[in-house]
């Protein structure tokens, strides 16, 4: 079982920039393939970022250039540095773990997220 507790959401204005947190449980965080997701109302759940075991990211074009995903295996923690944010970016921010491969950009290859923080960019 590994839990996730995402943190550092709040409310900023268009331009801003917020570092989003996410804690893990386990002794095996450094083999996990991590991601973020985000979920704004009305709409399905979208991959943002992932950064893989040896280190390799991905992103979503929206993000692409504004937002770093990195990892710290010595605290058990993944980050999301944003910046230059805008009013889309506004959502539920969800931290998500793959025991088993890489992460990636799927939501289906994740086995375990936790349970969000709400990131909201006024314009």
């Known amino acids: 079982q590994v839990q996730l507790v995402e943190s550092g959401g709040g409310l900023v204005q268009a331009g801003g920039s917020l570092r989003l947190s996410c804690a893990a449980s386990?002794?095996?965080?450094?083999?996990?393939?991590m991601g973020w997701f985000r979920q704004a109302p009305g709409r399905e759940r979208e991959f943002v970022a992932a950064?893989?075991?040896?280190?390799?990211?991905f992103y979503a074009d929206s993000v692409k250039g504004r937002f770093t995903i990195s990892r710290d295996n010595a605290k058990n923690t993944v980050y999301l540095q944003q910046n230059s944010l805008k009013p889309e970016d506004t959502a539920v921010y969800y931290c998500?773990?793959?025991?088993w491969g890489p992460g990636g950009t799927f939501r289906a290859a994740y086995e375990y997220w936790g349970q969000g923080t709400q990131v909201t960019v006024s314009s």
């Open positions: 998500a773990a793959d025991l």
């Open positions: 386990g002794r095996t965080f450094s083999s996990y393939g």
């Open positions: 950064i893989s075991v040896r280190g390799s990211t």
